[in-house]
């Protein structure tokens, strides 16, 4: 079973920075494609952005300009860095990790942006 442990949560203040980790337990050129997605309280889980094994990226228009997503096969991990954050950006944010047919999550990680 694929594990993925996000880090790198938080809060920080509006117009701050962060940036998630996933580890994955395996070679992450498995994987077709990996993203992020989140989860605000009393919404539906949606997507953030997302990385194929060719490095090719999609971001929520939201995020655009803002967020960039990375990969570093060698350590197994994708990258999320977040600027420029808003309160709006507030939420759980969960690794995803896609085979052709099979889907694995993480456990996710907070964000919170606040003054």
């Known amino acids: 079973q694929v594990q993925l442990v996000e880090s790198g949560g938080g809060l920080v203040q509006p117009g701050g920075s962060l940036r998630l980790s996933c580890v994955a337990s395996e070679s992450i050129f498995r994987f077709n494609a990996m993203g992020w997605y989140r989860q605000a309280p009393g919404k539906q889980r949606e997507l953030v952005a997302t990385?194929?094994?060719?490095?090719?990226?999609n971001y929520a228009d939201s995020v655009k300009g803002r967020f960039t997503i990375s990969r570093d096969n060698a350590k197994n991990t994708v990258y999320l860095q977040m600027n420029s954050l808003k309160p709006e950006d507030t939420a759980v944010y969960y690794c995803?990790?896609?085979?052709?047919?099979?889907?694995?999550w993480g456990q996710g990680t907070q964000v919170t942006v606040s003054s």
């Open positions: 995803n990790a896609q085979i052709p047919t099979k889907r694995f």
């Open positions: 990385i194929t094994s060719g490095g090719s990226t």
